[in-house]
């Protein structure tokens, strides 16, 4: 493939998640989901099915973001991560695999197991997802790398979470590393420019969609962005907490 086409944090945004699909082109470009496809917006369910229907039908990438992790953990110690995954946006992908108010009706353990029995392989397709990829001199990854050693013996726990060391490190590793994870309103520091932040070889492509920001589609060839299609969100998650 001569291009890949790159999806930023979708986070349950099934609506725009299917209008950015509108522009990938699957006979030229190699689809990569950056992670985050669950939590906190209202259709985790149905962005989860699709990214497995890309993966099987177009050989997409899907990359695990923190957010398949803190639902994998969860999974494996409901009453440890319950609290936690709750704040963080789990409730909503909970009620969309089961029903509205599941969270109150049952213990974690309950929701685990019913989670399991009905959605087994799906569970077990979110555990083989991938914590980078590579592409001509681009490197794919939810969240960023450890910049102080190569890269490749970053921690899991840097592939899906790593911050400030990672955007504010110098980059050696002679790739462009294209990451999500942290909001461009952050990366910028005003908390209102939802456009692709660049710096050093970096590019952050999470427009923050499911606070009121944008979903990005990006174009890359081998020698940088074709396009960038950034749809704004009209609505933005509220915990009711």
């Known amino acids: 493939m001569d291009q890949v086409f790159v999806i930023g944090d979708v986070h ?3 609506t725009l998640f299917q209008e950015t699909l509108k522009k990938f082109q699957p006979d030229k470009q190699q689809l990569i989901l950056i992670g985050d496809l669950n939590d906190r917006g209202p259709k985790s369910k ?7 229907e890309l993966v099987e039908k177009y050989q997409a990438i899907y990359l695990r973001g923190n957010h398949e992790q803190y ?4 999974m ?3 009453e440890d991560w319950f609290p936690s995954y709750m704040y963080n946006g789990g409730k909503e992908t909970i ?3 089961l029903h509205k108010g599941a969270t109150e009706e049952y213990s974690p353990t309950e929701i685990a197991m019913m989670i399991r029995s009905r959605y087994r392989s799906l569970v077990e397709f979110l555990a083989e ?3 980078y990829y590579e592409w001509n001199n681009y490197l794919f990854v ?3 790398v450890d910049l102080t050693k190569p890269w490749q013996e970053s921690s899991l726990q840097d592939f899906l979470w790593i911050r400030e060391p990672f955007h504010e490190g110098k980059n050696q590793t002679g790739k462009t590393i294209v990451f999500g994870h942290t909001i461009t309103p952050m990366l910028y520091g005003d908390m209102q420019t939802t456009a692709l932040w660049q710096s050093d070889g970096k590019i952050g492509i999470d427009g923050g969609a499911v606070f009121g920001g944008s979903l990005h589609g990006v174009v890359f060839d081998k020698n940088g962005i074709v396009k ?5 969100n009209t609505t933005a998650w509220r915990p009711d907490f």
């Open 12 to 14: 349950g945004e099934y």
């Open 46 to 52: 149905d962005c989860w099915l699709l990214g497995r």
């Open 71 to 74: 639902f994998l953990e969860f």
């Open 76 to 78: 494996e110690s409901p």
């Open 95 to 97: 009620e969309s695999l």
């Open 129 to 131: 997802r991938p914590f």
């Open 142 to 144: 939810h969240a960023g």
């Open 228 to 232: 960038d299609y950034e749809l704004p």
